[in-house]
């Protein structure tokens, strides 16, 4: 269980697997290790039109948040540093891009509901936190288990640009 302010519909790492294979199939990579993430903050406007990004100076955004998505507004927001780390391949920026797409296609996109969170001790079962969801997304997204399947740590870490 993790303390979230939201919570979203239970999805479980098979769902959201299945939903992450359909949008790397939409998108022609499906058989790819390599996903150039940021080349895909693009590609979604091609999808939503109502889809938007914003890298944003990183004084904007809280020091702990390396972007944010606003499903209101169909916007994701990413800071520079971020933004500029991923562009250099550093996988934890990739990954971060990655999680931010992952809220935006599972909420925008996918449909899966999400609200506040009313239970007053702020605690959400894990498949029912939409930042679970979001990660395991962005992993999928970058390292399809199928793929990676008998693959060691290093080699995962080397074909697809991700940290240990």
């Known amino acids: 269980m993790a303390y979230n302010s939201y919570v979203s519909e239970p999805l479980s790492t098979a769902d959201i697997r299945h939903i992450v294979k359909q949008f790397r199939k939409i998108l022609g990579i499906e058989d790819e290790l390599y996903v150039e993430v940021v080349k895909y903050l693009d590609i979604l ?13 990183d004084s904007e955004l809280p020091e702990t948040v390396q972007g944010d998505t606003d499903v209101v507004n169909h916007t994701i927001r990413i800071k520079q540093s971020v ?14 891009i990655a999680h931010e797409i992952g809220h935006y296609i599972l909420i925008c996109v996918a449909g899966v509901k999400f609200a506040l969170n009313t239970d007053k001790s702020g605690y959400v079962v894990t498949y029912k936190d939409p930042e679970w969801q979001a990660t395991v997304f962005a992993s999928e997204f970058l390292m399809p288990a199928r793929l990676i399947k008998d693959m060691s740590p290093e080699i995962v870490s080397e074909k697809c640009g991700v940290t240990m």
């Open 45 to 57: 406007s091609l999808y939503d039109p109502l889809y938007d990004y914003i890298i944003v100076e």
């Open 83 to 96: 933004y500029d780390g991923a562009c250099d391949g550093n996988g934890m920026d990739r990954m971060s």
